[in-house]
């Protein structure tokens, strides 16, 4: 899942980034409203940690400007602005979440792991399909009912395609999902992550639609 994380305090955001890294999310890492707008303009994001007090453009203005035109990721205000209008006005802007500074690291995972769900349209914690479970709040999986082993990269492809099961995934969706800025994408990198997926759960486990992407059935 990739994240932007929006917060012009440097200490705060280096230790969020080097976090959210830690649990395994693709992160990228803007410090102003300017630049928060830009990365919005040219890229997708499950999910959105927003600062209000930001240099150049106020988070409510960048959280504004992102709803009228359509943004639809999950947004997450994080915050010292602790008073019952701030909450108010932030939620009603358009923001699904607010935690107030300082919170303690697990809340704030959990949370977005709640929002993710939201987002995709589930209500259970674990991700199924075809005989797979993902369990992303322990970063364990079960194949068969038998505990296996998977990279980070590999859970985080089988995470993006178990979301929605049985739905096709382009190569270009997963490479946005799996990955920030800071990473080097090779032209085959999707391709090498299926083929070892496959060889861990059988070449038939991630089906290819030909020019259009990759799916995992929903049910055996």
């Not at 410090?31 to 988070?59: F, M, N």
Request: aromatic share 6%.
């Amino acid at each position: 899942m990739r994240l932007l994380l929006i917060e012009d305090d440097l200490m705060i955001g280096e230790s969020l980034e080097a976090s959210l890294q830690h649990a395994q999310y693709a992160v990228d890492w803007v410090r102003d409203g300017h630049q928060a707008l830009l990365a919005l303009e040219h890229d997708l994001y499950d999910l959105i940690l927003l600062d209000l007090g930001l240099p150049r453009l106020p988070g409510i203005d960048v959280l504004k400007h992102y709803r009228q035109h359509q943004g639809e990721a999950a947004v997450l205000i994080l915050t010292a602005r602790d008073t019952p209008s701030e909450r108010v006005k932030g939620l009603d802007t358009g923001a699904d979440d607010y935690l107030v500074k300082p919170f303690d690291l697990d809340e704030l995972l959990a949370r977005i792991r709640a929002l993710l769900r939201r987002k995709a349209g589930r209500t259970q914690p674990q991700l199924a399909g075809n005989g797979l479970r993902l369990d992303p709040a322990r970063h364990q999986a079960f194949y068969q009912n038998q505990l296996i082993h998977f990279s980070v990269r590999e859970f985080s492809l089988l995470q993006v395609l178990l979301e929605k099961p049985g739905q096709v995934v382009s190569r270009e969706t997963l490479e946005g999902k799996l990955y920030s800025w800071q990473d080097e994408i090779e032209s085959n990198t999707v391709e090498v992550y299926i083929h070892l997926l496959r060889k861990k759960l059988g070449k038939d486990f991630i089906k290819n639609v030909r020019g259009v992407g990759y799916k995992i059935e929903e049910n055996a």
